[in-house]
Protein backbone atom coordinates (compact mmCIF):
# COMPACT_ATOMS: atom_id res chain seq x y z
CA UNK A 1 0.00 0.00 0.00
CA UNK A 2 1.37 3.57 -0.90
CA UNK A 3 1.93 6.07 1.63
CA UNK A 4 1.51 9.77 1.62
CA UNK A 5 2.57 11.99 4.05
CA UNK A 6 0.90 15.35 4.49
CA UNK A 7 2.51 18.17 6.00
CA UNK A 8 0.31 20.80 7.13
CA UNK A 9 1.63 24.67 7.14
CA UNK A 10 -2.37 26.30 7.57
CA UNK A 11 -3.85 28.73 5.45
CA UNK A 12 -7.60 28.54 4.22
CA UNK A 13 -8.14 24.99 4.32
CA UNK A 14 -6.97 25.42 7.80
CA UNK A 15 -9.16 28.10 8.88
CA UNK A 16 -11.95 28.92 10.77
CA UNK A 17 -14.27 32.00 11.12
CA UNK A 18 -13.52 34.43 14.15
CA UNK A 19 -16.75 36.69 14.17
CA UNK A 20 -15.54 40.21 13.30
CA UNK A 21 -11.79 39.44 13.26
CA UNK A 22 -11.91 37.44 10.52
CA UNK A 23 -11.00 33.06 9.89
CA UNK A 24 -8.18 32.26 11.32
CA UNK A 25 -5.81 29.40 11.03
CA UNK A 26 -6.25 27.00 13.77
CA UNK A 27 -7.00 23.46 12.51
CA UNK A 28 -4.01 20.94 12.33
CA UNK A 29 -2.82 18.85 9.54
CA UNK A 30 -4.54 15.21 10.94
CA UNK A 31 -7.65 17.75 11.14
CA UNK A 32 -7.74 17.58 6.75
CA UNK A 33 -7.53 13.85 6.88
CA UNK A 34 -10.54 11.63 5.60
CA UNK A 35 -11.84 8.37 6.71
CA UNK A 36 -10.18 6.36 3.98
CA UNK A 37 -7.83 6.86 0.85
CA UNK A 38 -8.93 3.94 -0.92
CA UNK A 39 -5.92 1.90 -1.59
CA UNK A 40 -3.59 5.05 0.06
CA UNK A 41 -2.68 5.64 3.48
CA UNK A 42 -1.99 9.02 4.52
CA UNK A 43 -0.49 10.33 7.77
CA UNK A 44 -0.28 13.84 9.03
CA UNK A 45 2.19 16.15 10.38
CA UNK A 46 1.99 20.27 11.22
CA UNK A 47 4.94 22.36 9.91
CA UNK A 48 3.15 25.88 10.75
CA UNK A 49 -0.23 26.52 11.11
CA UNK A 50 -0.72 30.15 9.72
CA UNK A 51 -2.12 32.45 7.61
CA UNK A 52 0.67 32.53 4.49
CA UNK A 53 0.28 36.45 4.17
CA UNK A 54 1.90 36.28 7.34
CA UNK A 55 4.66 33.74 6.14
CA UNK A 56 8.54 34.90 6.28
CA UNK A 57 11.45 33.62 4.45
CA UNK A 58 12.59 31.51 7.48
CA UNK A 59 9.19 30.04 7.28
CA UNK A 60 9.67 29.12 3.43
CA UNK A 61 13.30 27.66 5.02
CA UNK A 62 11.18 25.55 7.21
CA UNK A 63 8.65 23.97 4.76
CA UNK A 64 11.55 23.33 2.56
CA UNK A 65 13.68 21.36 5.66
CA UNK A 66 10.72 19.52 6.30
CA UNK A 67 9.55 18.80 3.17
CA UNK A 68 13.25 17.47 2.11
CA UNK A 69 12.85 14.65 5.49
CA UNK A 70 9.55 13.61 4.47
CA UNK A 71 10.91 12.90 1.17
CA UNK A 72 13.92 11.22 2.17
CA UNK A 73 11.85 9.14 5.02
CA UNK A 74 11.80 5.73 2.82
CA UNK A 75 8.20 5.27 4.05
CA UNK A 76 6.42 7.86 1.98
CA UNK A 77 6.20 7.68 -1.41
CA UNK A 78 4.48 11.26 -1.80
CA UNK A 79 4.32 13.98 -0.25
CA UNK A 80 1.58 16.93 -0.21
CA UNK A 81 1.83 20.43 1.02
CA UNK A 82 -1.13 22.32 2.32
CA UNK A 83 -0.93 25.96 2.05
CA UNK A 84 -2.51 29.10 1.48
CA UNK A 85 -3.11 30.45 -1.54
CA UNK A 86 -2.03 33.81 -1.16
CA UNK A 87 1.76 32.82 -1.73
CA UNK A 88 1.20 29.21 -2.54
CA UNK A 89 3.93 29.86 -6.11
CA UNK A 90 6.30 31.56 -3.70
CA UNK A 91 7.08 28.34 -1.46
CA UNK A 92 5.72 26.00 -4.66
CA UNK A 93 8.72 27.12 -6.88
CA UNK A 94 11.60 27.28 -3.51
CA UNK A 95 10.73 23.58 -3.25
CA UNK A 96 10.78 22.63 -7.10
CA UNK A 97 14.58 24.48 -6.83
CA UNK A 98 15.91 22.03 -4.09
CA UNK A 99 13.84 19.22 -4.99
CA UNK A 100 16.35 15.79 -5.33
CA UNK A 101 14.15 13.17 -5.33
CA UNK A 102 11.95 11.19 -8.22
CA UNK A 103 9.02 11.15 -5.33
CA UNK A 104 6.37 13.66 -6.31
CA UNK A 105 5.49 16.80 -3.60
CA UNK A 106 1.81 18.66 -4.33
CA UNK A 107 0.93 21.62 -2.86
CA UNK A 108 -2.65 22.33 -2.59
CA UNK A 109 -4.99 24.74 -0.42
CA UNK A 110 -8.10 25.94 -0.35
CA UNK A 111 -10.61 28.76 -1.18
CA UNK A 112 -12.76 28.18 1.34
CA UNK A 113 -12.88 27.99 5.12
CA UNK A 114 -13.05 24.70 6.97
CA UNK A 115 -16.44 25.37 8.42
CA UNK A 116 -18.10 27.29 5.48
CA UNK A 117 -21.29 25.30 4.27
CA UNK A 118 -19.06 23.69 1.44
CA UNK A 119 -15.95 23.74 1.84
CA UNK A 120 -13.23 23.07 -1.22
CA UNK A 121 -10.22 21.74 0.63
CA UNK A 122 -11.40 17.98 1.27
CA UNK A 123 -11.48 17.51 -2.15
CA UNK A 124 -8.46 19.29 -2.95
CA UNK A 125 -6.58 17.26 -0.32
CA UNK A 126 -7.98 14.21 -1.75
CA UNK A 127 -6.98 15.21 -5.45
CA UNK A 128 -3.55 16.03 -4.41
CA UNK A 129 -3.30 12.92 -2.70
CA UNK A 130 -4.26 10.90 -5.80
CA UNK A 131 -1.67 13.04 -7.59
CA UNK A 132 1.23 12.59 -5.18
CA UNK A 133 0.78 8.62 -4.97
CA UNK A 134 0.48 7.89 -8.76
CA UNK A 135 3.50 6.28 -10.32
CA UNK A 136 2.85 8.29 -13.79
CA UNK A 137 3.90 11.44 -12.08
CA UNK A 138 7.63 10.52 -10.46
CA UNK A 139 10.05 12.65 -11.89
CA UNK A 140 7.75 15.33 -12.09
CA UNK A 141 9.30 17.39 -9.33
CA UNK A 142 6.98 19.84 -7.46
CA UNK A 143 3.29 20.55 -8.67
CA UNK A 144 0.51 22.23 -7.71
CA UNK A 145 -3.24 20.88 -7.55
CA UNK A 146 -6.27 22.40 -7.20
CA UNK A 147 -9.37 22.00 -7.77
CA UNK A 148 -9.45 19.64 -10.69
CA UNK A 149 -6.33 21.07 -12.00
CA UNK A 150 -2.18 19.71 -11.44
CA UNK A 151 0.21 22.59 -12.70
CA UNK A 152 3.80 22.51 -12.42
CA UNK A 153 5.17 25.02 -9.83
CA UNK A 154 7.25 27.00 -11.96
CA UNK A 155 5.38 29.30 -13.94
CA UNK A 156 2.32 28.78 -11.25
CA UNK A 157 0.45 32.17 -10.34
CA UNK A 158 -2.63 33.03 -8.55
CA UNK A 159 -4.97 34.50 -11.05
CA UNK A 160 -7.96 35.42 -9.01
CA UNK A 161 -8.56 36.45 -5.77
CA UNK A 162 -11.89 34.43 -5.00
CA UNK A 163 -12.27 31.88 -7.96
CA UNK A 164 -12.47 28.03 -7.15
CA UNK A 165 -9.55 27.47 -9.81
CA UNK A 166 -7.43 30.63 -8.54
CA UNK A 167 -4.07 29.28 -10.30
CA UNK A 168 -2.99 30.04 -13.67
CA UNK A 169 0.31 29.33 -16.12
CA UNK A 170 3.26 27.07 -15.21
CA UNK A 171 2.78 23.65 -17.65
CA UNK A 172 -0.72 21.84 -16.83
CA UNK A 173 0.37 18.12 -16.34
CA UNK A 174 -2.47 16.68 -15.12
CA UNK A 175 -6.27 16.98 -14.32
CA UNK A 176 -8.85 15.13 -12.83
CA UNK A 177 -11.55 13.52 -15.19
CA UNK A 178 -14.39 11.84 -12.96
CA UNK A 179 -12.50 10.17 -10.54
CA UNK A 180 -9.25 9.37 -12.59
CA UNK A 181 -6.13 11.72 -13.24
CA UNK A 182 -5.53 12.12 -16.64
CA UNK A 183 -1.84 13.14 -17.53
CA UNK A 184 -0.90 15.79 -20.26
CA UNK A 185 2.99 16.75 -20.26
CA UNK A 186 5.59 16.44 -18.01
CA UNK A 187 7.29 19.50 -17.22
CA UNK A 188 11.12 20.47 -18.43
CA UNK A 189 13.52 20.44 -14.96
CA UNK A 190 16.44 21.96 -13.76
CA UNK A 191 19.57 20.61 -11.81
CA UNK A 192 18.55 20.98 -8.24
CA UNK A 193 19.92 23.33 -5.57
CA UNK A 194 20.92 22.82 -2.28
CA UNK A 195 18.59 23.39 0.54
CA UNK A 196 18.37 27.33 1.78
CA UNK A 197 21.02 28.29 4.52
CA UNK A 198 20.12 30.29 7.34
CA UNK A 199 21.03 32.80 5.73
CA UNK A 200 17.98 32.63 3.47
CA UNK A 201 15.76 33.54 6.42
CA UNK A 202 17.46 37.61 6.41
CA UNK A 203 18.53 37.85 2.68
CA UNK A 204 16.56 40.91 1.55
CA UNK A 205 15.10 40.72 -1.88
CA UNK A 206 12.71 43.78 -2.75
CA UNK A 207 10.34 44.35 -5.84
CA UNK A 208 10.20 47.37 -7.63
CA UNK A 209 7.47 48.24 -9.73
CA UNK A 210 7.71 49.88 -13.03
CA UNK A 211 4.48 52.62 -14.25
CA UNK A 212 3.66 55.41 -15.91
CA UNK A 213 5.57 58.81 -13.77
CA UNK A 214 7.71 55.89 -11.55
CA UNK A 215 10.96 57.48 -10.21
CA UNK A 216 14.39 55.58 -9.33
CA UNK A 217 13.87 56.77 -5.78
CA UNK A 218 12.48 53.35 -4.25
CA UNK A 219 15.26 51.47 -6.10
CA UNK A 220 17.83 54.04 -4.97
CA UNK A 221 16.54 53.71 -1.34
CA UNK A 222 16.01 49.91 -1.58
CA UNK A 223 19.92 50.20 -1.92
CA UNK A 224 20.60 52.35 0.36
CA UNK A 225 19.05 50.37 2.89
CA UNK A 226 21.59 47.42 2.33
CA UNK A 227 19.58 45.05 0.06
CA UNK A 228 20.84 42.11 -0.73
CA UNK A 229 19.39 42.71 -4.61
CA UNK A 230 16.38 44.01 -6.17
CA UNK A 231 13.89 42.96 -8.77
CA UNK A 232 12.65 45.39 -11.17
CA UNK A 233 9.09 44.93 -12.13
CA UNK A 234 9.28 46.49 -15.50
CA UNK A 235 6.48 46.94 -18.31
CA UNK A 236 5.71 44.97 -21.46
CA UNK A 237 8.89 42.79 -22.08
CA UNK A 238 11.32 44.40 -19.49
CA UNK A 239 10.85 48.50 -19.49
CA UNK A 240 11.28 51.48 -17.26
CA UNK A 241 11.46 54.85 -17.66
CA UNK A 242 14.19 57.75 -17.29
CA UNK A 243 16.61 57.55 -14.44
CA UNK A 244 16.04 53.64 -14.06
CA UNK A 245 18.82 52.84 -16.21
CA UNK A 246 21.58 55.09 -14.51
CA UNK A 247 19.96 53.57 -11.06
CA UNK A 248 20.55 49.98 -12.19
CA UNK A 249 24.00 50.93 -13.36
CA UNK A 250 25.05 52.54 -9.78
CA UNK A 251 22.79 49.43 -8.01
CA UNK A 252 25.02 46.57 -9.22
CA UNK A 253 28.29 48.99 -8.97
CA UNK A 254 27.70 49.00 -5.52
CA UNK A 255 27.33 45.32 -5.20
CA UNK A 256 23.66 45.21 -5.49
CA UNK A 257 22.04 42.60 -7.61
CA UNK A 258 19.26 43.73 -9.88
CA UNK A 259 17.13 41.47 -11.72
CA UNK A 260 15.07 42.68 -14.40
CA UNK A 261 11.46 40.69 -15.06
CA UNK A 262 8.00 42.12 -16.00
CA UNK A 263 4.54 43.01 -14.36
CA UNK A 264 2.72 41.38 -17.36
CA UNK A 265 1.50 38.30 -16.00
CA UNK A 266 3.04 35.76 -19.28
CA UNK A 267 5.80 36.01 -21.35
CA UNK A 268 9.57 36.24 -21.43
CA UNK A 269 11.76 39.12 -20.62
CA UNK A 270 13.06 40.03 -24.15
CA UNK A 271 15.57 42.84 -23.95
CA UNK A 272 14.52 45.21 -27.69
CA UNK A 273 14.07 49.00 -26.54
CA UNK A 274 16.73 51.66 -25.79
CA UNK A 275 16.18 55.05 -24.37
CA UNK A 276 16.08 53.38 -21.30
CA UNK A 277 14.61 50.63 -22.07
CA UNK A 278 15.05 46.60 -21.44
CA UNK A 279 18.31 47.24 -23.57
CA UNK A 280 19.54 49.99 -21.63
CA UNK A 281 18.70 48.26 -18.47
CA UNK A 282 20.47 44.78 -18.98
CA UNK A 283 23.56 46.79 -20.40
CA UNK A 284 23.53 49.08 -17.14
CA UNK A 285 23.72 45.48 -15.07
CA UNK A 286 20.59 44.08 -14.33
CA UNK A 287 19.85 40.60 -14.80
CA UNK A 288 16.86 39.00 -16.98
CA UNK A 289 14.78 36.77 -15.48
CA UNK A 290 13.27 34.94 -18.41
CA UNK A 291 10.06 33.07 -18.06
CA UNK A 292 10.07 34.07 -14.16
CA UNK A 293 7.42 36.58 -12.72
CA UNK A 294 8.91 38.91 -9.89
CA UNK A 295 7.79 36.68 -7.53
CA UNK A 296 9.47 33.42 -8.38
CA UNK A 297 12.34 35.67 -9.44
CA UNK A 298 13.13 37.17 -6.03
CA UNK A 299 12.93 33.34 -4.73
CA UNK A 300 15.53 32.38 -7.30
CA UNK A 301 17.60 35.52 -6.40
CA UNK A 302 17.48 35.06 -3.00
CA UNK A 303 18.30 31.31 -2.66
CA UNK A 304 21.25 31.79 -5.00
CA UNK A 305 22.34 34.64 -2.68
CA UNK A 306 21.86 32.74 0.35
CA UNK A 307 24.01 29.78 -1.36
CA UNK A 308 27.07 32.77 -1.84
CA UNK A 309 26.78 33.52 -5.20
CA UNK A 310 28.48 36.98 -5.74
CA UNK A 311 26.72 39.88 -7.93
CA UNK A 312 29.53 38.90 -10.55
CA UNK A 313 28.64 35.44 -10.88
CA UNK A 314 24.65 36.10 -10.62
CA UNK A 315 24.01 36.26 -14.38
CA UNK A 316 25.43 33.45 -15.39
CA UNK A 317 24.15 31.67 -12.16
CA UNK A 318 20.79 32.79 -12.53
CA UNK A 319 20.52 32.59 -15.80
CA UNK A 320 21.15 28.30 -15.57
CA UNK A 321 18.10 28.82 -13.35
CA UNK A 322 15.72 30.27 -15.65
Known amino acids: MAHIQLLGTGGTIASRGNGAKGAVATDTAADLLEAGYGNLSVSARDLLTTGSYRLSLADLRRIAVGTREALHDARNDGVVVTHGTDTLEETAFLLELVHDSERTVVLTGAQKPADSPDPD ?3 NVREAVLAAADERLRGTGVLVSFDGTVRSARGTRKAHTTASSPFDGGVEVAHMAGSQLVLT ?3 ARREPLPLPPEAFDTTRVEIVTAYPGATRDLLDFAVRSGV ?4 LAGSGVGNAGPGFAEAVAEATGAGCTVVLS ?7 VVPIYGNGGGTDLVEAGAVPSGDLNPLQARILAA ?3 SLGTSSGDMPEVFRNHV
Request: proline share 20%.
Open 185 to 187: ARP
Open 228 to 231: DAVV
Open 121 to 123: GPR
Open 303 to 305: LLI
Open 262 to 268: SRVPWGP
